[in-house]
């Protein structure tokens, strides 16, 4: 939008000028008709009050096709980072479908924590001779907290794995369970149905 309004406004300013052009010259032209009145000298001095004009006016438009033509280059280089970029997005696309986050600024959010959180740690390590006897301690122990942190998130991990795979093991037990009860019902069943019949001709 910004691109958009700074196009217009040159725009405006190259159609002021030539304008502004075009006035010069019909000033000139009816300068010239003067200049014949009034003698020569007088003409000389208008025409080089009008060149001076000229000359300023051309540097004015010489100045806004550059200032149009670095926009021009500025729009290009956008247009290719948009493109460039679009990758990004889908891949940013691809990481929330298959993360808990609900959508790409989530992850932009993340990955800007995660930024500071390397920088600060960067600085504190390049500030790390500097520090005072107090702070190095209050550092080490931030890095043990850090560490012991990391040390549980591994552990509840290990046990989190060991449950999953007691559960797996639990389902098959149950399975086979489930099938020896099922093969055991079925074959009292047709025991049952056996007497049944037995006893049905007994009667008969």
């Known amino acids: ?5 700074k196009m ?5 300013q190259w159609r002021d000028l030539h304008a502004k ?13 003067a200049v014949q009145e ?15 004009e000229k000359m300023e006016k051309d540097g004015e438009l010489l100045r806004a096709k550059m200032e149009l033509e670095a926009l021009r280059k500025k729009h290009q280089k956008l247009c290719k980072k948009v493109q460039k970029y ?14 808990q986050f609900e959508d790409i600024s989530e992850v932009i ?4 924590l995660l930024v500071r959180t390397q920088k600060d740690l960067l600085q504190s390590q390049q500030g790390h ?7 190095q301690v209050f550092l080490e122990q931030y890095r043990a907290e850090k560490e012991a942190e990391k ?54």
């Open 129 to 135: 001779k500097q520090l005072t006897e107090q702070d």
């Open 1 to 5: 939008q910004a691109f958009r309004e």
């Open 109 to 112: 959010s993340w990955c800007k």
């Open 38 to 52: 009034h003698g020569e000298l007088q003409a000389l001095n208008i025409n080089s009050k009008w060149r001076e």
């Open 151 to 204: 040390l549980q998130y591994k552990n509840e991990l290990v046990q989190l794995k060991l449950r999953f795979d007691q559960t797996q093991s639990d389902i098959s037990l149950w399975e086979a369970c489930w099938a020896d009860i099922h093969n055991r019902t079925s074959k009292k069943t047709g025991k049952l149905w056996t007497i049944k019949l037995a006893i049905h001709n007994l009667f008969q």
């Open 86 to 99: 679009s990758i990004f997005k889908k891949y940013l696309e691809d990481v929330v479908k298959v993360s």
């Open 8 to 12: 217009k406004v040159i725009a405006d």
């Open 21 to 33: 052009r075009a006035q010069l010259e019909a000033h000139v032209e009816r300068s010239g008709r």
